[in-house]
């Protein structure tokens, strides 16, 4: 998680939010989930994922968001910027009505914890373990730098961002003749733009990377079940406290699952698309798939 960054100082339009801080080209790449697109290289399925508390589905949230941010990267036009600049508002706007930075750190810490108990244990991976815990301690050490309140400091001093963040719950609401200095910014070379987004962005690298770490460990905290849904419906009832399901279907059945979950047990249904243009119907069948129940 500790990366060695190459960095320019530059101004950003507004002058406020990123202006303390080192321009950076890091990329979140390397930390996302190999499954985040939904589907699981080498196993030929596609991945459903189904949170079971409100945390989980907010980091979900966010790590769809830092996905765009990333994917849009590669596209050096106005609308890939402004593709950027959408997903960083929208992750500046979910971060805005909670405080993420105490649950994360909590969570890092009792990993770290947990997993340094291992240490010298049969069968354990020493090497591969001791690369874990300096991740974690990075990603802790990273975000303890970080304010608590980063989304409203970045959407209070920044008025370039915030004039814009006041336009995209409206439909075409970020046109050129509503806003002509973000149509101004946008016509500016690409390389500027791109600098100032990774600018602002990367006041919120620190927790980015730790939520992205944090949904690693958890996804890697159970190992894969093959299971099978008799005539298309399976009922679990986990053992222990479980944060994240996840299904791996596979690819070539044509079927998806939707998940119900209750305090103490959940149901999959799952459901064939056919036609797009057609409601979906249960497939009263056999369906093998893998079941993970993740949680710390």
Same mark, same amino acid.
């Given at each position: 998680?500790?990366?060695? /960054?190459?960095?320019? /100082?530059?101004?950003?339009?507004?002058?406020?939010?990123?202006?303390? /801080?080192?321009?950076?080209?890091?990329?979140?790449?390397?930390?996302?989930?190999?499954?985040?697109?939904?589907?699981?290289p080498g196993l030929e399925a596609i991945v459903f994922e189904q949170p079971l508390n409100e945390r989980i589905r907010t980091f979900l949230r966010l790590e769809f968001l830092f996905g765009q941010y &990333?994917?849009?990267?590669?596209?050096?036009?106005?609308?890939?910027?402004?593709?950027?600049?959408?997903?960083?508002?929208?992750?500046?706007?979910?971060?805005?009505?909670?405080?993420? %930075? %105490?649950?994360?750190? %909590?969570?890092?810490? &009792?990993?770290?914890?947990?997993?340094?108990?291992?240490?010298n244990r049969p069968g354990v991976d020493d090497t591969r373990l001791q690369l874990v815990l300096n991740?974690?301690?990075?990603?802790?050490?990273?975000?303890?730098?970080?304010?608590?309140?980063?989304?409203?400091?970045?959407?209070?001093?920044? &008025?370039?961002?915030?004039?814009?963040?006041?336009?995209?719950?409206?439909?075409?609401?970020?046109?050129?003749?509503?806003?002509?200095?973000?149509?101004?910014w946008l016509s500016q070379p690409s390389e500027q733009v791109s600098t100032d987004l990774d600018s602002w962005f990367a006041d919120l690298m620190p927790l980015a990377?730790?939520?992205?770490?944090?949904?690693?460990?958890?996804?890697?905290?159970?190992?894969?079940v093959d299971a099978v849904a008799p005539g298309g419906t399976y009922v679990h009832a986990p053992q222990t406290a479980c944060s994240l399901i996840r299904v791996f279907v596979p690819a070539t059945d044509g079927v998806y699952p939707e998940i119900s979950a209750g305090a103490h047990r959940f149901t999959l249904r799952f459901m064939q698309l056919r036609d797009v243009s057609q409601r979906s119907g249960q497939a009263h069948r056999d369906i093998p798939f893998r079941l993970q129940c993740c949680a710390f």
């Open positions: 998680m500790a990366r060695t /960054r190459n960095a320019v /100082r530059r101004k950003d339009p507004a002058n406020s939010f990123g202006k303390a /801080r080192s321009t950076t080209s890091d990329s979140l790449e390397t930390h996302f989930c190999p499954y985040r697109n939904g589907v699981s &990333e994917h849009h990267r590669a596209d050096p036009s106005a609308y890939g910027a402004r593709a950027r600049l959408t997903a960083l508002l929208d992750v500046l706007t979910v971060l805005g009505r909670t405080d993420l %930075k %105490k649950d994360v750190l %909590k969570d890092l810490h &009792e990993q770290h914890a947990a997993l340094a108990r291992l240490s991740e974690i301690a990075a990603a802790v050490a990273g975000l303890q730098q970080m304010p608590s309140q980063i989304a409203s400091i970045a959407l209070r001093e920044n &008025e370039f961002l915030v004039s814009i963040h006041n336009r995209t719950s409206i439909p075409g609401g970020t046109c050129a003749f509503d806003l002509p200095a973000y149509h101004h990377q730790a939520i992205l770490l944090d949904l690693r460990l958890l996804r890697g905290s159970v190992p894969l």
